[in-house]
């Protein structure tokens, strides 16, 4: 009864199939996690990525890799078409150097420029004679590459060159120029022009003091220093006319204007991504709490099984225990059986007569 239990168990059958069961759906419930994962994984970089795949490269040479980095977006027509892959270092020596481009400001014909790819969506067209030009992105600073698109009917193709302009000052470089410009004028012409004419009002009313104001000569000096203070200041409105320009400030005022729509198209995009982002919050959140129910109900019967896996190891115990005894019995005799062999082979074949019992032995 005893080995029917232990190789028959009634008890065994059931947990075993709930077990299955349960592994069969928590793998089901784990694969499905996975696959959601690297779902949102994909979609993630397909936002941030928009020429990860189906992509051309456009090569453009820069004279200084001042705000170059791997990554950052190209921008055609207000609509982020790619971003930017390698940026190689060309030498003087590299067959490639003959296409770098000129700098504002002189320089040595020694030294490298910098090759950055561009990865552009094949479905967007940048016709050939168009530019590309590294633009500041935001006041909170970054650049972007910027594609000035032409007029041409020919498109470049993948590898070609794209010719570039030399890049744009922030709207912090231009504020800072400018200033500098009026500090500048305003010490060299405002604050000289200032204290000459509080020298020449104070000379009038020296002149001009009591008992003096009716004389002649007194009148014409006052009138010759009220001359020369209105050309004074004639002078000092055709210096501040020069110094300050109004084309710069027409720029930097419309820089303004343009990095203002740029935060705002910055700032709608990130309202959007933000309520995408709380939506798939609160699916991990409900994803979390379905495995921790999943976790809360599997525990039962995870001890169950336990517990009829203990029970199952005490009766394999108590089974094999007289098992053993017999087999040790069995040695035992065997042993014995093969002592008297090595003594008398031919007992083997010959009834051996037992031997008498020695008288001392009875009693």
């Given at each position: 009864m005893?080995?029917?239990r232990l190789?028959?168990p009634?008890e065994?059958g ?7 069961r349960?592994?069969r ?6 694969g ?5 994962m690297?779902a949102?994984?994909?979609?993630v ?42 940026v190689?270092?060309?030498?003087a ?16 014909a020694?030294?490298p ?5 561009l ?10 004679d168009?530019h ?15 594609i ?6 020919a ?6 060159r794209?010719?570039?302009l030399?890049r744009?000052p ?7 120029d400018?200033?500098?410009?009026l ?8 604050r000289?022009a200032?204290?000459q004419?509080q020298q ?9 003091g009591?008992g003096?104001a009716?004389e ?8 010759e ?13 055709v ?10 400030v027409g720029?930097?005022l ?16 990130l309202r ?5 982002m ?23 019967a995870?001890?169950d099984s336990?517990?009829?896996?203990r029970?199952?190891?005490?009766e ?5 225990a007289?098992?053993?005894a017999?087999l ?22 010959f009834?051996?007569?037992?031997k008498?019992r020695?008288p001392?032995?009875?009693?």
């Amino acid at each position: 009864m005893t080995l029917e239990r232990l190789y028959q168990p009634p008890e065994i059958g059931a947990p075993g199939i709930r077990r299955g069961r349960r592994q069969r759906r928590d793998l089901v419930l784990s694969g499905l996690f996975v696959l959601t994962m690297a779902a949102v994984l994909v979609a993630v970089m397909l936002l941030n990525r928009p020429a990860l795949f189906g992509s051309r490269e456009l090569r453009a040479y820069f004279a200084e890799a001042t705000g170059l980095g791997r990554g950052m977006d190209v921008v055609l027509a207000g609509e982020v078409v790619g971003n930017l892959g390698t940026v190689k270092t060309v030498l003087a020596a590299d067959p490639e150097h003959q296409y770098c481009p000129s700098s504002e400001q002189p320089r040595s014909a020694e030294l490298p420029c910098f090759r950055a790819s561009l990865r552009i969506q094949r479905r967007w067209p940048v016709p050939i004679d168009s530019h590309a030009q590294l633009v500041p992105a935001s006041f909170m600073g970054g650049y972007e590459i910027r594609i000035d698109p032409g007029v041409a009917a020919a498109m470049l193709s993948d590898r070609e060159r794209i010719a570039t302009l030399p890049r744009q000052p922030d709207l912090a470089s231009q504020a800072s120029d400018a200033l500098a410009r009026l500090q500048s004028a305003i010490d060299d012409s405002i604050r000289p022009a200032l204290v000459q004419l509080q020298q020449r009002v104070r000379e009038l009313v020296v002149a001009m003091g009591p008992g003096e104001a009716g004389e002649g000569g007194v009148a014409a000096a006052a009138g010759e220093g009220l001359a020369e203070v209105f050309q004074n200041l004639r002078d000092l409105s055709v210096n501040l006319k020069q110094s300050v320009d109004a084309d710069r400030v027409g720029s930097i005022l419309a820089s303004v204007d343009e990095a203002s729509g740029n935060l705002a198209s910055v700032s709608g995009v990130l309202r959007e991504r933000s309520g995408a982002m709380g939506d798939a919050v609160e699916r991990y959140t409900a994803l979390g709490a379905d495995l921790q129910g999943v976790v809360n109900e599997a525990g039962p019967a995870v001890t169950d099984s336990l517990d009829d896996v203990r029970y199952l190891l005490q009766e394999l115990s108590a089974a094999l225990a007289p098992i053993l005894a017999n087999l040790d019995t069995a040695s035992r005799n065997l042993a014995a059986l093969s002592g008297d062999l090595r003594q008398d082979p031919k007992s083997l074949l010959f009834e051996s007569k037992p031997k008498e019992r020695s008288p001392w032995l009875e009693r």
